[in-house]
């Protein structure tokens, strides 16, 4: 009995036995027993430390944290359950808002902690949890300042370790997006107005109104997307590139920057440039993996890199998925493969003050030696100030002098005031020399500096401000200095300052280092830093990066299951829903189907991409109807850059096409049942209308409009303004002879008509045209039979000429307008600036292949687009020739302009007009061009305009240009004033 009462009371308890469970990396068999252990025991501090521990390694995180703070509020001196909270808090979702708290309860730690591995303890905890919501300069102080004192090896290696981490979190953080100014309602509306005008084609205006608020607010984002699209839109390029390498300097999350900055730098780049627009590309698919046209891009890149093993990646992946076409990407992959044969491996002004005299040099000198030999200041000074007199401008003799006599002599400060890099150098010296009051004095020097426009001068006056206290003015000159170009030389300084002046954003560590592997092409490694597993529970932020990056490797599977998870997380999230319906629209159909109810509701709430998955899913079960109404809803509320609209226009004419066909089978079917009677009412409608009108004619042919409007023109003039028009005097008195006199002699005027309408018929015949006989003709032979019945009055004296008056009416009335509105009826081409781009690439194309120079014309169009009374293809053909002139004339360095306007002749007609103006020597003449034998160049135009009823017309312009050469159309559409 009393052996087995020792080996009872010899038997280790729950608790010791739990521990040794615990230590041996078993938690799940240990927690049964510290929960016994508690039973016996609850106010056992220990024991509830251990079970916190335990669950806190099962996941049971809600569990833990309960018996861990229970831990520390039963025994605060036992530190090991305060860094226990800690680094469970420090992977909290809550841990920005519980941050003070968190903080608080660790000092308090901190204060009870006795002993040398507990104090180290519980403040390396402490700069973990401060690294984990983004207090990096605060953890890194408290890290360094542990570093600096007596630790054990081991825990050396862990403070180095944790300093590692904090180094990266900081380099994470320097991808973080600048702090936008508050702009004025004015301002907001001033660019609002500008956009509009972009939109209008009014490029120009829109570059000014954004260059202008880029100066008054140099961090402001929306001004600078603004400025850099117009540049683009004025063909320079280069500009452009520059203001989007400073907008994703600003802000690196704005996609549309990355893409826009790849695709200018891929397309007019060359070789140089084509590392930096892959880079570009890569940061626009790490933000938004369903822009799946860039991997062709990217593809072309490697190409002329010379890294086809890259290309042939890209272009598999794309070949895989389908989503881009398909024979284009075949033939790229092709070449792809051919270059991994044959290729070799890669191989990896402001003024300025003069510059100071070799007397005021040599008096400097002596000053020096005066100060380092200890004589009395007197003399120095006397130095000082005759080296000055010599060079005013003479920086270090006047940081001597300030840092002698504390302030700077007059003409010193005339000499350095408009010298920004010398008034830079001045203030750092002085502050070097006169550490107490040299901030003081350098301050205005600064803020000279800067109205001078030295971007360093930003950051020099952000570190006098943070010297001050003044957070917000040093946070404005940082932001600003974030906005010069090229990117400034303290940058990484100017982010190290950021993170202690703006407070991190709530964003997972994880998910912030997973864009960033994104960014280097590494997608897996970006799977482990974020885990790869989509589990419900988890926070929406944390699955939609997960999803991101399954959508940029291309499983779209995968990436579809982690947004539904995210979904689910966050219903109410517009991003997640875009994100899912994304990538609903491109992943196969059998995976989307599952997943439609979830789609409906996104498209109710305005995620147009869940229209075009929607659509896919009704075309796979044969819904055409439905998926037609869908695919229009999603052409029409998606925005220019929405991924799918190509395959969705495609899919929409598809269906049109279709719904053609079955519509003509039926037609045919009903035309075969009355196929007699339809042959009968053809045959009669033949018989009845035999010919075309002029009007409809002219929609036919638009090619017989120049005879069309010659033959009205001549009739408008010699017809109805001087022959008919006498007919309103024949009620008068004796009148009555000369009026017949005017409308029968030399020949009626009805015959006059006739005849030209014959002539016109035989011009229509020959462009393959039949036109109506005059009787039946709506327009001629209307005005026919009117000028036959007043002839018929004039040639009987006794006959009432009553009539006349009301023929006369109709004339005016009925007869100038109907004649008026043939001329209207006639080709119109409205031409745009982006139009007219097509045309000069076209131009261009033809140019180089026959191995002439080219100069890239500006364009200046007058409003939205100009509308010319011409034939497309005449017009283009004009336009051709006018170019090709221009530029035979002024290359290889000379400039070219194309000018499109309208314009009042002398006559106060209104003009439509095309001019190309170059800059070469040498004048030409209109007489000149009439001089030139037909069938080449500037005889082409001549030719052409004239057939179109216009005029070319050599005007002289200003420098740099020299003369312009054009064609000038009547804007009512040819012929004469009636």
């Known amino acids: 009995m009393i052996a087995l009462l020792c080996l009872l009371l010899a038997a280790p308890g729950p608790h010791a036995a739990g521990l040794k469970l615990l230590r041996a990396g078993r938690p799940a068999e240990a927690v049964p027993l510290f929960e016994q252990a508690q039973r016996r025991d609850p106010g056992n501090a220990a024991v509830a430390a251990d079970l916190g521990t335990a669950l806190l390694r099962l996941g049971r995180r809600a569990e833990a944290e309960r018996q861990l703070r229970a831990a520390v509020a039963k025994d605060p001196r036992r530190w090991p359950a305060f860094a226990t909270l800690a680094s469970l808090l420090s992977e909290d979702p809550r841990r920005w808002d519980l941050a003070d708290e968190t903080i608080a309860l660790l000092d308090r730690g901190l204060g009870l902690a006795k002993g040398e591995a507990a104090s180290i303890g519980l403040h390396l905890a402490r700069a973990d949890f401060l690294r984990s919501v983004g207090r990096t300069a605060e953890a890194r102080a408290e890290l360094e300042l542990l570093l600096r004192g007596e630790a054990a090896p081991a825990q050396q290696r862990r403070i180095v370790d944790l300093l590692d981490r904090v180094a990266a979190d900081e380099r994470l953080r320097a991808g973080e997006d600048w702090p936008e100014p508050e702009p004025a309602a004015a301002e907001r509306a001033e660019l609002a107005r500008a956009e509009e005008g972009l939109r209008r084609g009014d490029s120009r205006a829109a570059l000014g109104a954004a260059e202008s608020l880029c100066a008054a607010h140099g961090g402001w984002r929306a001004p600078r997307w603004l400025r850099a699209r117009a540049l683009e839109e004025l063909g320079r390029v280069d500009e452009a590139a520059r203001e989007l390498a400073v907008l994703v300097q600003l802000a690196p999350s704005q996609a549309r920057a990355w893409r826009k900055l790849g695709e200018l730098l891929a397309a007019h780049g060359g070789l140089l440039e084509a590392e930096r627009a892959d880079q570009a590309l890569r940061q626009a698919l790490a933000l938004e993996p369903s822009w799946t046209d860039l991997w062709l891009v990217r593809a072309r890149l490697a190409l002329r890199r010379g890294r086809p093993s890259e290309a042939v990646r890209a272009l598999t992946r794309l070949l895989r998925e389908g989503s881009s076409d398909e024979a284009e990407v075949k033939r790229l992959l092709e070449l792809a493969r051919a270059q991994a044969d044959l290729a070799p491996a890669p191989a990896g002004?402001?003024?300025?003050?003069?510059?100071?005299?070799?007397?005021?040099?040599?008096?400097?000198?002596?000053?020096?030696?005066?100060?380092?030999?200890?004589?009395?200041?007197?003399?120095?000074?006397?130095?000082?100030?005759?080296?000055?007199?010599?060079?005013?401008?003479?920086?270090?003799?006047?940081?001597?002098?300030?840092?002698?006599?504390?302030?700077?002599?007059?003409?010193?400060?005339?000499?350095?005031?408009?010298?920004?890099?010398?008034?830079?150098d001045l203030s750092a010296q002085v502050q070097r020399a006169r550490p107490g009051d040299g901030r003081t004095l350098a301050a205005p020097w600064v803020d000279r500096a800067v109205e001078l426009g030295a971007p360093e001068a930003r950051f020099q006056r952000a570190l006098l401000r943070l010297g001050t206290g003044d957070r917000s003015g040093a946070l404005g000159d940082l932001t600003e200095y974030a906005a010069s170009a090229p990117p400034p030389a303290h940058l990484d300084e100017a982010r190290g300052l950021r993170a202690q002046l703006v407070p991190a954003a709530h964003l997972d560590p994880a998910e912030t280092q997973a864009r960033a592997r994104l960014a280097e092409d590494r997608p897996e490694a970006a799977l482990v830093a974020l885990g790869a597993r989509c589990e419900a529970g988890r926070p929406a932020g944390l699955l939609l990066a997960i999803g991101q990056v399954r959508e940029y490797s291309g499983d779209l599977s995968d990436a579809l299951a982690c947004y539904r998870a995210a979904l689910g997380a966050d219903p109410g999230s517009a991003e997640v829903a875009q994100r899912f319906a994304r990538a609903a629209a491109r992943a196969p159909v059998a995976d989307v189907e599952p997943h439609a109810e979830e789609l409906r509701a996104a498209a109710i709430s305005g995620t147009a991409a869940a229209e075009w998955a929607l659509a896919r899913v009704d075309l796979?079960?044969?819904?055409?109807?439905?998926?037609?109404?869908?695919?229009?809803?999603?052409?029409?509320?998606?925005?220019?850059?929405?991924?799918?609209?190509?395959?969705?226009?495609?899919?929409?004419?598809?269906?049109?096409?279709?719904?053609?066909?079955?519509?003509?089978?039926?037609?045919?079917?009903?035309?075969?049942?009355?196929?007699?009677?339809?042959?009968?009412?053809?045959?009669?409608?033949?018989?009845?209308?035999?010919?075309?009108?002029?009007?409809?004619?002219?929609?036919?042919?638009?090619?017989?409009?120049?005879?069309?409007?010659?033959?009205?023109?001549?009739?408008?003039?010699?017809?109805?303004?001087?022959?008919?028009?006498?007919?309103?005097?024949?009620?008068?008195?004796?009148?009555?002879?000369?009026?017949?006199?005017?409308?029968?002699?030399?020949?009626?005027?009805?015959?006059?008509?006739?005849?030209?309408?014959?002539?016109?018929?035989?011009?229509?015949?020959?462009?393959?045209?039949?036109?109506?006989?005059?009787?039946?003709?709506?327009?001629?032979?209307?005005?026919?039979?009117?000028?036959?019945?007043?002839?018929?009055?004039?040639?009987?004296?006794?006959?009432?000429?009553?009539?006349?008056?009301?023929?006369?009416?109709?004339?005016?009335?009925?007869?100038?307008?109907?004649?008026?509105?043939?001329?209207?009826?006639?080709?119109?081409?409205?031409?745009?600036?982006?139009?007219?781009?097509?045309?000069?690439?076209?131009?261009?194309?033809?140019?180089?292949?026959?191995?002439?120079?080219?100069?890239?014309?500006?364009?200046?169009?007058?409003?939205?687009?100009?509308?010319?009374?011409?034939?497309?293809?005449?017009?283009?053909?004009?336009?051709?020739?006018?170019?090709?002139?221009?530029?035979?004339?002024?290359?290889?360095?000379?400039?070219?302009?194309?000018?499109?306007?309208?314009?009042?002749?002398?006559?106060?007609?209104?003009?439509?007009?095309?001019?190309?103006?170059?800059?070469?020597?040498?004048?030409?003449?209109?007489?000149?061009?009439?001089?030139?034998?037909?069938?080449?160049?500037?005889?082409?135009?001549?030719?052409?305009?004239?057939e179109w009823h216009g005029h070319v017309v050599v005007r002289a312009e200003a420098a740099p240009l020299r003369k312009a050469i054009g064609a000038c159309f009547p804007a009512g559409g040819g012929g004469a004033p009636a």
């Open 349 to 424: 002004a402001p003024s300025r003050a003069p510059e100071p005299s070799p007397e005021a040099r040599d008096l400097f000198r002596q000053a020096q030696e005066a100060l380092a030999a200890a004589q009395p200041g007197e003399s120095a000074q006397v130095l000082l100030a005759r080296a000055l007199e010599a060079s005013p401008g003479f920086v270090d003799a006047a940081a001597a002098w300030v840092a002698l006599g504390g302030e700077l002599p007059a003409g010193t400060r005339d000499a350095l005031w408009g010298d920004a890099p010398a008034l830079l």
């Open 620 to 946: 796979a079960q044969g819904r055409t109807d439905e998926a037609l109404a869908r695919v229009d809803a999603f052409l029409r509320a998606a925005p220019p850059d929405e991924p799918g609209l190509d395959a969705a226009r495609a899919t929409r004419d598809r269906l049109l096409r279709a719904s053609d066909d079955a519509a003509r089978t039926r037609w045919h079917r009903r035309a075969a049942l009355a196929g007699a009677a339809a042959l009968i009412l053809f045959a009669a409608a033949i018989a009845l209308v035999r010919g075309s009108t002029v009007s409809r004619a002219l929609a036919r042919r638009p090619r017989l409009y120049p005879a069309v409007a010659r033959t009205v023109a001549g009739l408008r003039h010699d017809v109805l303004k001087h022959r008919a028009s006498v007919l309103s005097a024949a009620l008068e008195p004796g009148a009555r002879e000369e009026v017949a006199r005017a409308l029968l002699q030399p020949e009626p005027v009805s015959r006059t008509v006739a005849q030209a309408y014959q002539r016109l018929r035989q011009e229509a015949r020959a462009q393959g045209v039949s036109l109506r006989p005059l009787a039946r003709e709506p327009v001629f032979g209307r005005l026919v039979r009117d000028l036959a019945a007043a002839e018929s009055v004039l040639r009987k004296p006794s006959a009432d000429p009553a009539p006349l008056a009301a023929i006369d009416g109709r004339l005016r009335e009925v007869h100038g307008p109907a004649l008026a509105e043939l001329l209207r009826s006639g080709p119109r081409t409205r031409l745009s600036a982006r139009e007219l781009e097509g045309w000069i690439r076209g131009i261009e194309a033809e140019v180089r292949r026959g191995g002439a120079g080219w100069s890239s014309p500006s364009i200046l169009v007058q409003g939205m687009e100009v509308e010319f009374p011409v034939d497309r293809e005449a017009l283009a053909t004009i336009f051709a020739n006018l170019l090709r002139n221009a530029q035979a004339a002024a290359t290889p360095d000379g400039r070219v302009l194309v000018r499109l306007g309208e314009e009042r002749d002398p006559a106060g007609r209104r003009m439509q007009v095309l001019l190309v103006g170059d800059s070469a020597d040498g004048d030409l003449s209109l007489e000149a061009i009439e001089s030139r034998e037909s069938g080449r160049g500037l005889a082409i135009v001549r030719d052409l305009t004239r």
